[in-house]
């Protein structure tokens, strides 16, 4: 088939290429994100390949069947950038790929929360100009301290043994927790309560209607101020402007974040010629107690391997008339 490959990266081409060693698709490589005014670069291509930034509203959907496509294989986990009903009504079959390396974003959230609560990012800052004092430095022992997980599924349970492994006890709230997961020896706990008792909050809930700033005015007046709160899930579980708030006011000690609310407009891109031009951004990076990265949670190469090969299977799946495994 011929696959119209969107938002590339040079990591993409080369997993891609190695899962697709038999030659039997044929890849156009498309640097720019899908987009209204983008989508006609998938003229005649059976099959669109995107990443989380990449919009699947009706109108693109839309665009993209009149061209000719009828698959869409997602190269991430989310799909709330998805519009399901609307790809169904035209006949376009999505796939994503549910699971390449929970472990991948798992240990992310833990570098995150490391850096956070050793200040490792400003100890190198300081060293790299010379200044090797130590004090503003200090952190808290994770042994004896208590983490809380909001969402159980793949990554959330990985996340909560590595914590346990830390020596923490772990607190956690899903309301469709898994048999796994209630059987990790983690504490389930309505989400108030794991909020106010968590010296350590991370997210590994989907961002739904139901959760989008489930981290809020309201839920952060819960923490403890000196709670470290992490997010590798998606930017839209947390209002920012709350966020930042509470950081600037010492309401919470620090932030982590591999994802933000509007970093659609930002994220996957090299900026530095323009700088950062959205001001919410700017005011978060500004400050010392928080951490971000941009999206990198699943960037192992071995997630890379994984989310080539299960994209491969999709599209020789459909090529070959059957339904693919991961049909959403
Ligand atoms: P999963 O589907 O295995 O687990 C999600 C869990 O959240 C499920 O157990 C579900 O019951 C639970 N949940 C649903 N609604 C909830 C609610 N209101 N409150 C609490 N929990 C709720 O998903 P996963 O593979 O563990 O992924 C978790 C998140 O990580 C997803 O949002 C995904 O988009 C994100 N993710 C981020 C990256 C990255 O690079 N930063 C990579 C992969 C996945």
């Not at 998606?234 to 994802?259: K, W």
């Amino acid at each position: 088939m011929n696959v119209a490959v969107f938002s590339t990266c040079p990591y993409d081409r080369i997993h891609l290429d190695a899962a697709n060693a038999s030659g039997l698709h044929s890849f156009t490589w498309i640097e720019q994100r899908l987009s209204l005014s983008t989508a006609p670069l998938a003229r005649d291509h059976e099959a669109v390949c995107t990443f989380v930034n990449d919009p699947l509203d009706s109108s693109v959907l839309s665009a993209l069947a009149t061209g000719g496509t009828r698959l869409l294989a997602l190269r991430c986990a989310g799909y709330n950038q998805v519009d399901l009903p609307a790809a169904a009504s035209l006949g376009l079959t999505v796939t994503n790929v549910p699971a390449y390396s929970p472990h991948a974003v798992a240990e992310h959230a833990l570098a995150l929360l490391l850096t956070l609560n050793r200040n490792t990012h400003l100890a190198h800052d300081r060293i790299r100009r010379g200044d090797f004092r130590l004090d503003g430095l200090q952190g808290f022992d994770l042994h004896g301290k208590t983490a809380g997980l909001v969402g159980t599924g793949r990554i959330g349970t990985i996340t909560g043994k590595i914590l346990q492994g830390f020596g923490c006890h772990v607190l956690a709230f899903d309301p469709y927790a898994s048999p796994e997961s209630r059987a990790a020896g983690f504490e389930f706990t309505g989400r108030n309560d794991l909020l106010a008792r968590s010296d350590i909050v991370s997210l590994h809930c989907p961002l739904l209607p139901a959760t989008k700033h489930l981290i809020n005015t309201e839920t952060l007046a819960l923490l403890k101020p000196t709670a470290l709160l992490i997010n590798t899930s998606r930017g839209g579980l947390i209002d920012t402007t709350a966020a930042i708030d509470a950081i600037e006011t010492n309401r919470l000690r620090g932030l982590g974040l591999d994802v933000y609310e509007h970093e659609a407009a930002l994220f996957f891109e090299d900026h530095t010629d323009t700088g950062i031009t959205d001001p919410l951004f700017a005011r978060l990076i500004a400050h010392p107690r928080v951490v971000v990265t941009g999206h990198q949670a699943f960037l192992t190469y071995e997630a890379l391997d994984n989310i080539a090969s299960s994209v491969l299977a999709s599209l020789d799946a459909f090529a070959s008339g059957h339904t693919p495994a991961h049909k959403l």
